[in-house]
């Protein structure tokens, strides 16, 4: 029993901007599906005294000074891209003409 | 496709079918030394890719860690537009695959922002006060630069590939979110104008951002949508970006209200989507087709802690913040006994803070208006700079005008130091020291200069013991040329006199 839908894999993959195949489609639902299930378990021990966390750590106002630190060269920041030009990274076309 | 032949309604017929409703959205740069979660520095204008580090860059590995004067600025923010600071709140991912993000998500917040549910009192043109309720502001990080390269007009449709700069990534920002505007009737386009303006000044004054529009430092977006008259749902709106200008917001909203309005008569309907504003033509085209908020899959970020403000902290920010500007302004114009007109000149010179920096220097109101207001307006206009950018400061202007009460200078003297200092030869008091300014004040001295131009010019000597006393003037201007325009004119007036009547 399918919950996610080939349409929705296919949403998500316009969002994600990954070409998807059919067969993928169906693939990718049912590997979402067991991956949706694995984790709504831990909804099953989760009682209503429990409340929704996101951080495991107690912790409130962990904060920077606002100090300048060294980063990168722009040479060093480019060094891994596929492509560059004017000390810019260069990337494909963002947006198909149906955007 | 929609062009920029879009039809309009005219806008008298606009206003007699449909109400607008307006929300506007603000997003300013914060003018914090550092990025929102990394030590990059974010000065405007860096060659691009020179202000990144693994953290804006999104390279693996690499965690955020939040700046703390940048959650201080959104609590004063937050507090000088009356909002209630929450006591707990977090920060959410937003998550969307463009490249003007490398980590494919942007840190902002989503349902927990830091502040919420303000109040904004503007004034509008005719004096009339609008209360504009504030629905949130929240903290988030700025996107990079993209650059659009190729295609039939530069511009993202058609564009062949794009060049990322991400100096701007990360940068500290606040978005800061009005409740729907509704009443505005006819001046909706002047409403969203002045309150952006105001919004400007409050931040200005809270000296949390440089609020350049032109830089974009400040940025608004306009989301509008008509109602037919009578009805009580609202419309459906769409969200006016790239308005980088006050006077841009204002033809924008007016723009699209006509737009809608048409679209609506012809018996169409409004497509929810972003759209561009056109400085040149004052038209807005469509963007791309907004992504919903369940779309950006908002979940809290994993890798932040939640920010809890401490009570006494935010109390003890309330209490230190500046005076708004509003109130400034009613103050300073009962104070100094103005005219609205005078009050309005010297806000759009940008002279209301020079001159009552001046005045907290210690000159009287009325001389350090007259500077600010007609000398140096005139020299920053010859100039093509600000007021403010001229390079003489209030406590300078303060000390001349303190010189002159002192009758160490006349006014001509006065404008010689002055313009001394706008050229850097130095303080006031330095200029006086090197150009040899300061008032012959000495009795024995004038008189003497006094005595010779009498010599020169018996006639005139004459025509004053014969009752012409106005013909003491030439003997005056004599004196005045003789001391290099150092003597007080007024007292060698006296002793002209006097040495006419022995
Ligand atoms: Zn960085």
Redesign the pocket.
């Known amino acids: 029993m399918n919950t996610i839908s080939r349409d929705e894999v296919a949403h998500l993959a316009r969002l994600a901007r990954l070409a998807v195949t059919e067969d993928e489609l169906d693939t990718f639902a049912a590997q979402l599906d067991v991956i949706l299930a694995s984790v709504a378990r831990v909804g099953e021990v989760a009682a209503d005294d429990i409340p929704p966390t996101s951080h495991a750590v107690p912790l409130t106002n962990v904060f920077r000074a606002d100090e300048v630190r060294p980063?990168l060269t722009q040479q060093q920041a480019l060094s891994g891209a596929p492509a560059t030009e004017d000390g810019r990274f260069k990337v494909p076309q963002i947006l198909g003409g149906d955007e | 496709m929609t062009t920029a032949t879009d039809a309009l309604m005219p806008y008298d017929e606009v206003l007699e079918r449909f109400d607008p409703v307006l929300g506007l959205e603000v997003h300013v740069e914060l003018g914090t030394a550092t990025?929102m979660?990394?030590?990059?520095p974010t000065a405007f204008g860096a060659p691009p890719n020179t202000?990144?580090?693994?953290?804006?860059?999104g390279l693996p590995g690499s965690l955020p860690v939040v700046n703390g004067v940048a959650v201080e600025s959104a609590v004063r923010i937050g507090l000088a537009l009356n909002c209630t600071i929450v006591d707990w709140c977090r920060f959410a991912r937003k998550n969307y695959f463009y490249p003007d993000i490398p980590k494919n998500f942007q840190i902002s917040q989503y349902d927990e922002p830091i502040a919420v549910d303000g109040r904004f009192d503007i004034e509008l043109e005719d004096g009339a006060t609008f209360r504009v309720r504030i629905e949130r502001a929240h903290m988030e990080e700025d996107t990079g630069k993209s650059l659009h390269v190729g295609g039939s007009t530069g511009r993202i449709h058609g564009a062949e590939y794009s060049l990322l700069d991400y100096n701007r990534a990360?940068v500290p920002l606040i978005e800061i979110v009005t409740k729907p505007i509704t009443g505005t009737g006819a001046r909706a386009p002047e409403v969203a104008r002045v309150y952006v303006a105001a919004l400007r000044d409050v931040l200005r004054g809270l000296g949390v951002s440089d609020v350049r529009m032109d830089q974009g430092s400040l940025r608004c977006d306009a989301n509008v949508s008509l109602m037919p008259k009578g009805a009580t749902e609202f419309g459906t709106r769409t969200e006016t970006k790239n308005v980088n200008s006050l006077r841009s917001v204002e033809r924008a909203v007016r723009h699209e209200m006509q737009r809608q309005a048409a679209v609506l008569a012809a018996g169409g309907t409004v497509v929810q989507e972003t759209r561009h504003f056109d400085e040149n033509t004052g038209f807005t085209r469509p963007g791309r087709v907004k992504e919903t908020a369940e779309d950006y899959r908002y979940f809290p970020e994993p890798d932040l802690v939640p920010v809890a403000p401490d009570t006494e902290w935010v109390i003890g920010l309330r209490k230190a913040l500046p005076e708004p500007p509003a109130e400034r302004r009613r103050r300073v114009q009962t104070d100094w006994d103005l005219s609205d007109l005078e009050l309005r000149d010297m806000v759009n010179a940008g002279a209301l803070d020079l001159i009552t920096a001046t005045v907290d220097a210690g000159a009287p109101a009325a001389q350090a208006r007259s500077w600010w207001m007609s000398y140096l307006s005139q020299e920053a206009n010859t100039r093509g700079i600000e007021l403010a950018e001229l390079p003489i400061t209030p406590v300078e202007v303060a000390r001349v005008v303190a010189l002159v009460a002192e009758g160490g200078l006349t006014n001509n003297l006065a404008r010689q130091v002055v313009d001394g200092v706008l050229a850097g030869e130095g303080t006031p008091d330095e200029v006086v020291e090197s150009r040899g300014l300061a008032v012959v004040s000495d009795d024995s001295s004038l008189v003497a200069a006094v005595d010779e131009a009498l010599a020169a010019q018996p006639d005139v000597v004459e025509k004053v013991r014969g009752g012409k006393v106005a013909a003491a003037g030439a003997i005056v201007g004599a004196v005045m040329k003789a001391t290099g325009g150092k003597a007080d004119a007024k007292r060698v007036r006296e002793l002209v006199l006097e040495r006419c009547a022995q």
Not at chain 2, 37 to 40: H, L, N, Q
Not at chain 2, 51 to 57: E, R, S, Y
């Open positions: 980063g | 990025k979660f990394c030590g990059c202000q990144v580090c693994p953290t804006c860059l990360g």
